[in-house]
Structures are given as C-alpha cells and as structure tokens.
C-alpha cells in the first residue's frame, strides 16, 4: 500500500480529527435544516398524513401576502431591539462595576451568572408569578410605596405585555454580557489607563477612548451572538404570554412554532422558519466574518 | 413519505430500549397517561392488572401536558411516525384530527362483547361515540364543568346562586367591588368552556351560519361586556389560565368561576363550606351548556397488541378499577356501580356535576376544534376583550373556522 507522502498526512489530519464533528453537525443540523426546506414546498398538515402534495413556493407566496407574519416579524424586530439593547447596557453597567475592587466581589461576581444559569421555562414561570396581578410581588411592591393606585395587569395589556416579557428577557441575558465585557475589561493593559491619564484624561476621557475601544471587538461579537440567540428564542414568550394578549408578543418564531406544532400545518411553519433562518443569515455571515477574522 | 423519515428514525430510536429487552414474551403494551398530580401514580393498577394477566406487561409512560398540546402534538407525531403507543388516554377535542389520520382501532366489536359496557351511564357512551357511529374511545373518567360560588359572598347580598344569565350578571355585580371581582374569567387557554357557557348556551350554535346569527352575535356581545362593560373580572383576565381563576377564587380575589370537581378539594382546603357549587347560569330559552369534560382510552390501528391493549383500557374502565383510577386522576368514575359510593369529594361538589349531566356537551369532533382550542380562541377572544376587535368580528373568525 502506497503510503501518502508527509505533507498529505498533515494535510488530511484536521479532517480526520474532525470528521466526527462534522458528521455529528450533518445529522443533528443540516439534516433537518434540508429537511425543513423540503417541508416548506409541501403542504404538509401532520393530521392528514396520507395528502401532502408538492405546492413549490405557494407557502411562501402565501406568507408574504400574510398579515400575521409581517405583524410577527415587527415585533421580533422590537422584541431583538429592546431586549438586547436593555441587557446590553445593564451587562457594561454591571460589568463596570464587578471591575472595581468592594469587598464581595467574589461573590457578586459568581452570584451575577445565576439567571443565565436558570432555564428559560423556569425564569417565564417566575416572572409570570412576580407580575401576577393579584398576587405578584411587583404589584404588592408598587402599591406599598405608592407608586401605582392599583394592580397592573402586566401581561393581560398589549401595551405592557411586551414590556413584562423583554424585561424577564433582560433579567436572563444580562449576565451574559456582564460576564463577557468583564472579560474583556480585564485584558485592556492597565498602562493604557495611566498614559490616558497622563495626558490628562479623566474618568470619563478615560472611558471614551480606552475602555470602549479596548472593548469594542468583544461588544460586536457579543452583541452579534446574543441577537441571534434572542432573535431565535421563543421559550420565555411562549410560558409568559403564549404570544397574547391576543397576538401582542406573538413573534415570528413563536409564530412558526404555533403553526408548526399548536396547528399541524408543518408545511407552513417550515416556511416562516426557513424565511427567519435567512433573515438570520446575514447577523450569522458578519459574526462568521468577524470569528474568522 | 421521504420527509417524515427522519421523524421516524428519530421515534424509532426513541423506542429501542423498549422494543428490545421487551419484545418477546409476555406480551407489552406501551401506554401514554397524563395524570394533573405528578405525584400519582399508576403503578397500583399495574401490579394488579399484571397481576390478574400474566401474559401482558404494562409500559405506562406518562406524557407532560403542556396545556394540552404538548401531550396531543406528541401522540400526533409518534403515531404518523410509527412508533406510537399501543393505547393512550385521549380527549374528545383529538377525535376529529385521529380520525382523519386514520389511528384509530374500532372498539365497537370489543365493548359490544365487554361485561362493564351496561356499567356505564347510556349518556356518556352517547357523548364517547364518534359522529360517524363508530365507538373509537373507551371512557375512562368525565367531568362536567359547572359554576363555583363564594356562598358567604352571596349570603351577604341576599342573592341566591345564579339560574340564569340576568341572576348571574346581578350576582357578579354585587360581588363586585374594590379588590373583589365577582367573576374570574378565562381569557387564556382553556377559557372556550367559559366563552361556551354563556355564547353557546345563550343562542349561538355550532352549525353552519349558527355563531353569526343575530342572537349568537348578542350572546357574545354580552360575554365580552362581562369584562368590558360590566367590569365583573379581574383586568387580568384575558390572559388568565386554571391556575390564576382558581387562586384567585382561593385567595377571595374572585367570589365565581367556572371548573369542575378535581378542584374541588383544593378550594374546600382554603375556603371550607364557604365554597359551592352550582350548575352554571342557562341561556334566555332555558338552553344551556355546561362543558363535559371527557377522558378515555383509545387503541391504534398500528399497534400490534391491540387485543392485550383493549384488555388494559377495559380494566381501567371496569368497577373498583376505575373507582382507584379516578381516585389518582381526581375526575368522577364513569362506572354507576362506582358512583353509588363516591367518596372523593364532598357531596354538594358530585351533586352539582350529576346536576349539570342535562346539558353535559362537547364541541364537535371535527379537525378544526382542536386549532379552535388551542390557539383561535384565544387569541381571538382576548382581541376581542381589549377591544382590538369587535365581538361581531370574533364570531365571524370562529365561524371562518369551522365552516369555511
């Protein structure tokens, strides 16, 4: 057997090892992702299995003349927004202050990562219950300090519900941030503070041109990741409102996903999933850009 | 076919470990069950029915509810990819997509041959079997929903319980007051059996054109005022599911409601005899509609133990068995010879569900009821309930739904 000369060995060697990845990444993602594609050019309700003709684009002809998926996609892009701009600053301000020396950082430090730890599920049943509005722990606080005359009723408002379930959002995801810009935080080299401040730059100066620069690389990435995980999650929405009142948080995945698994329609559920997927694409394509940089 | 097969694959994976050590004799039967106490257990009338039939091993799985809809949607996609249970407790609301897909194994020469058929009330099989005649489900437990009231709330307004629905709006309104709110409303999942009390049984009808007439349209009008206009529920209630109305009711938040007897014991521990029961409000012409809320067994067409499985289900549904069953699950035995001595709960609480059996009904079992459920209602209803839509335009919805 003709042995392959040194270079092609090493050559072949990181495939090799990564073979078992790739072929794990093939069944468990590209495989249902072909599968969905192909989903999405049938009418595939589950109940009628034996009827499930080729429709080609129909279900995506449909969805563009559907007002409940344009509805859904505006509020993914408010759900996205807010929710990750609101745990983008309360991470940095949080990140800012777990830099400084107090006396339990230690703890402060561990403490902070706990409901990052928590499931999505767990956190959406906790909140619905501290929002409750008969027997929340946010109204009882609200009404003692006189805040509010009466109970609000959180999640049963359009106008408040949407902001119950970013503020559960950003009580979760917050912690990614602070723990990632603290991070970051600790690998800007402290001379750079002292030349700042040598020619003559304060706090603030200080934080303007060597902390947000020194930051920035990992802001963008982590901003890039977290938009596409928040953009992707459906779990705390789903056991905090179900997507109501009425279709007040019905975002676009929740959408597909009740379309997909409340409705049976899985031909159409693969569609709004694959349009979000390509949407997706192009936050995924900067962060691939960014990684391979 | 092609693009279920990873489904299938999937399902079939999942189901190795139990098709492998147990596929050769005895006989076993893979049986999906939701009870709503995680605690109990069926592992009793296992041992007994092993126990009795040696032949057959009983795999009792129990399925997460999710609403309904994790527990449906799973049988769903496990039966189309094959690897499904043998038997599974099923709901009335399912018949109508199960049929459609063809899952069901026909009970009826089984239960024509079964000594517990005449065990069982003539009305619940007549409520059990399919519009087309044939008997796919087996009952096993039934409740009928009817009217919880705060009977020291209404003592102290010298109102008797409500019979219709004036007495009952006058009931609401005088329990109405600041922080008490004299009815706890359903808006969220779950909430159609509310909306069917009031709509279904106040003139509107589940027939073609029968939710838009003009009397249907007035039912509704004055369901959503109850919230709306006469502000007798809690501002939470649109998005208010089983565990808010019945806390609320625990808590003396809400002097009324609407569930059935496996709450009963709950709110007796929290309100003692302060609480009764009664069955709900009927319509201007006397019609009514309290939801029967069902639970049965049914066998599939792909299972290949269908006679070990009828032979499970028929026990659960039999005497003393079912008595134990009911028990575990905290609904009421189908079984007369069990109800004579039905202990469980309190007796205003079986009284005021036997009361509510002469206008026991379920939507029909057809596909769209399931979707009606789950998501149309509502979100429809709860548009309606913040005044995003108007009540004439959810009947239109509704009736969009059901018949085209």
Same mark, same amino acid.
């Given at each position: 057997?003709?042995?392959?000369?040194?270079?092609?060995?090493?050559?072949?060697?990181?495939?090799?090892? *990564?073979?078992? $990845?790739?072929?794990?990444?093939?069944? =468990?993602?590209?495989?249902?992702?072909?599968?969905?594609?192909?989903?999405?050019?049938?009418?595939?309700?589950?109940?009628?299995?034996?009827?499930?003709?080729f429709v080609g684009l129909a279900n995506y002809v449909t969805l563009l003349g559907d007002p409940t998926f344009w509805a859904s996609l505006g509020r993914s892009l408010v759900w996205v927004g807010a929710g990750v701009s609101a745990q983008f600053a309360l991470g940095f301000a949080a990140a800012l202050l777990l830099n400084r020396r107090f006396a339990w950082r230690g703890m402060a430090r561990a403490l902070i990562v706990v409901p990052w730890a928590l499931p999505s599920v767990i956190i959406g049943l906790v909140w619905t219950w501290m929002l409750d509005f008969n027997l929340g722990v946010i109204n009882a606080l609200l009404l003692r300090l006189g805040l509010v005359a009466h109970s609000i009723a959180w999640?049963?408002?359009?106008?408040?519900?949407?902001?119950?379930?970013?503020?559960?959002?950003?009580?979760?995801?917050?912690?990614?941030? $602070?723990?990632? /810009?603290?991070?970051? *935080?600790?690998?800007?080299?402290?001379?750079?503070?002292?030349?700042?401040?040598?020619?003559?730059?304060?706090?603030?100066?200080?934080?303007?041109?060597?902390?947000?620069?020194?930051?920035?690389?990992?802001?963008?990435?982590? /901003? @890039? *990741?977290?938009?596409?995980?928040?953009?992707?999650?459906?779990?705390?929405?789903?056991?905090?409102?179900?997507?109501?009142?009425?279709?007040?948080?019905e975002t676009l995945p929740l959408y597909a996903f009740l379309k997909a698994w409340t409705g049976l329609d899985y031909g159409y559920g693969s569609a709004l999933a694959v349009v979000l997927t390509l949407l997706l694409l192009a936050v995924v394509i900067l962060y691939a850009a960014r990684a391979s940089a | 076919m092609k693009r279920r097969n990873l489904l299938a694959a999937t399902a079939?994976?999942? $189901?190795?470990? /139990?098709?492998?050590?147990?596929?050769?004799?005895?006989?076993? =039967?893979?049986?999906?069950?939701?009870?709503?106490?995680?605690?109990?257990?069926?592992?009793?009338?296992?041992?007994?029915?092993?126990?009795?039939?040696?032949?057959?091993?009983?795999? $009792?799985?129990?399925?997460?509810?999710?609403?309904?809809?994790?527990?449906?949607?799973?049988?769903?996609?496990? /039966? =189309?990819?094959?690897?499904?249970?043998?038997?599974?407790?099923?709901?009335?609301?399912?018949?109508?997509?199960?049929?459609?897909?063809?899952?069901?194994?026909? @009970?009826?020469?089984?239960?024509?041959?079964?000594?517990?058929?005449?065990?069982?009330?003539?009305?619940?099989?007549?409520?059990?079997?399919?519009?087309?005649?044939?008997?796919?489900? @087996?009952? =096993?437990?039934?409740?009928?929903?009817?009217?919880?009231v705060r009977q020291d709330w209404l003592d102290a307004v010298h109102l008797a319980p409500p019979k219709t629905f004036p007495e009952f709006l006058r009931a609401a309104q005088a329990m109405t007051e600041k922080g008490h709110w004299g009815f706890g409303l359903r808006g969220g999942p779950g909430g159609q059996d509310f909306w069917a009390t009031f709509v279904l049984g106040g003139g509107a009808s589940l027939t073609k054109g029968g939710l838009v007439t003009p009397a249907a349209t007035a039912a509704n009008a004055w369901f959503i005022d109850l919230y709306r206009e006469w502000k007798v529920c809690p501002p939470s209630a649109p998005t208010d599911g089983f565990l808010q109305t019945i806390n609320n009711m625990k808590a003396g938040v809400t002097g009324m409601t609407i569930h059935h007897i496996g709450s009963a014991n709950e709110l007796v521990a929290a309100l003692g005899n302060r609480i009764n029961a009664v069955p709900v409000p009927r319509g201007p012409k006397g019609e009514g509609w309290a939801t029967f809320g069902d639970g049965s067994n049914a066998v599939f067409t792909h299972s290949r133990n269908q006679e070990a499985a009828w032979r499970w289900i028929s026990f659960l549904s039999t005497g003393q068995n079912n008595?134990?069953?009911?028990?575990?699950?905290?609904?009421?035995?189908?079984?007369?010879?069990?109800?004579?001595?039905?202990?469980?709960?309190?007796?205003?609480?079986?009284?005021?569900? *036997?009361?509510?059996?002469?206008?026991?009904?379920?939507?029909?079992?057809?596909?769209?009821?399931?979707?009606?459920?789950?998501?149309?209602?509502?979100?429809?209803?709860?548009?309606?309930?913040?005044?995003?839509?108007?009540?004439?335009?959810?009947?239109?919805?509704?009736?969009?739904?059901?018949?085209?």
């Open positions: 057997m003709r042995r392959l000369p040194a270079g092609g060995r090493a050559a072949l060697t990181p495939w090799a090892l *990564l073979a078992p $990845a790739l072929l794990a990444t093939g069944v =468990v993602v590209f495989l249902p992702v072909l599968d969905a594609l192909w989903m999405s050019l049938h009418q595939f309700v589950l109940f009628r299995p034996n009827v499930e003709p999640l049963a408002q359009p106008g408040t519900a949407m902001i119950a379930v970013i503020l559960a959002l950003t009580w979760q995801g917050f912690p990614f941030f $602070a723990v990632t /810009l603290l991070a970051g *935080l600790q690998g800007i080299p402290r001379e750079h503070y002292e030349a700042a401040a040598i020619d003559g730059a304060g706090a603030l100066g200080s934080f303007w041109h060597v902390t947000v620069p020194g930051l920035a690389p990992v802001m963008a990435t982590a /901003l @890039l *990741l977290r938009m596409i995980w928040v953009a992707n999650s459906l779990d705390l929405i789903f056991v905090m409102t179900g997507g109501g009142p009425g279709t007040a948080t | 079939a994976l999942a $189901a190795t470990p /139990l098709a492998g050590p147990h596929a050769a004799s005895p006989t076993t =039967v893979r049986w999906w069950y939701h009870f709503d106490d995680p605690k109990a257990s069926p592992a009793a009338l296992v041992a007994a029915f092993e126990k009795a039939n040696p032949d057959i091993r009983i795999h $009792a799985e129990s399925i997460p509810w999710g609403g309904g809809s994790d527990y449906d949607n799973r049988l769903y996609t496990t /039966l =189309v990819s094959g690897a499904g249970p043998d038997c599974a407790m099923v709901k009335l609301e399912n018949l109508g997509r199960l049929m459609e897909m063809q899952a069901l194994k026909d @009970l009826g020469p089984w239960v024509d041959a079964w000594s517990g058929k005449s065990d069982i009330d003539p009305n619940i099989w007549r409520i059990n079997t399919a519009p087309n005649g044939v008997r796919y489900y @087996l009952p =096993v437990q039934y409740v009928v929903l009817y009217l919880y008595v134990a069953f009911n028990i575990l699950t905290g609904q009421v035995t189908v079984t007369t010879s069990g109800a004579r001595h039905w202990t469980a709960e309190p007796e205003r609480f079986v009284k005021a569900t *036997l009361d509510s059996l002469p206008i026991a009904k379920v939507f029909p079992a057809i596909p769209a009821t399931a979707e009606f459920v789950s998501t149309v209602w509502p979100q429809t209803t709860q548009k309606a309930l913040l005044g995003e839509i108007t009540p004439a335009a959810m009947m239109q919805i509704f009736e969009k739904l059901y018949f085209g």
